[in-house]
Every structure is written in structure tokens, then in C-alpha cells.
């Protein structure tokens, strides 16, 4: 089985996040920290970014970015990019 990148969205009034799980593949979640840091060179954002360790599910491991008090929705470029990049599709 081929490991891969799982994306999930979540949005709220002015609440925006973004969860990428990339298991326990160091090199995913290399590529998962580069795309993000990419875009926030690019775009000039600073989201906060999260990285969630499971002690007891490695397969769980994922980094979460997060918008608060997004009221102009700018959140939608930035994950559009790091979706893009990673060239993956977003569950609910």
C-alpha cells in the first residue's frame, strides 16, 4: 500500500483550518513542511502551523494550519496552493 497525503478542511465563522496527515513517512511530512513554508514566503500569511505527534497512532501524524479571525476568507488561496502543490483533493 502506497502511503499518501490526506487533507481535511474545516471552516467556521472566521475560523479556517486546514489538516494534513501524513502518517509516520518522514519524507511526507518533509514535503508537507516545504509546501507550507513555500507558501508563506510566497503569500506574506502566517498562519499557525501545528504539528500533532500520536504517541499511540503513528498513523494519525499530521501538521494542522490554522486561520482565526479570517473575515476577508485569505485562508482559501493559501490552502488552494498548498493543496495544489501537493497535488492532492480535500476531503469534509
Same mark, same amino acid.
Given at each position: 500500500m502506497t502511503e499518501q497525503i490526506k487533507a481535511y478542511v474545516r471552516m467556521e @465563522?472566521?475560523?479556517?483550518g486546514l489538516c494534513l496527515?501524513?502518517?509516520d513517512n518522514p519524507n511526507l511530512k518533509s514535503q508537507v513542511l516545504e509546501t507550507i513554508e513555500?507558501?508563506?514566503?510566497e503569500?506574506?500569511?502566517?498562519p499557525m502551523?501545528? @504539528?500533532n505527534i500520536s504517541n499511540d497512532d503513528h498513523g494519525k501524524d499530521a501538521f494542522y494550519i490554522e486561520f482565526n479571525d479570517d473575515v476577508q476568507r485569505d485562508a482559501g488561496d493559501f490552502f488552494e496552493r498548498v493543496l495544489s502543490r501537493l497535488h492532492l483533493v480535500c476531503s469534509e
Open positions: @465563522e472566521r475560523y479556517e496527515i501524513f502518517g513555500e507558501v508563506k514566503s503569500t506574506g500569511m502566517k502551523v501545528f @504539528e
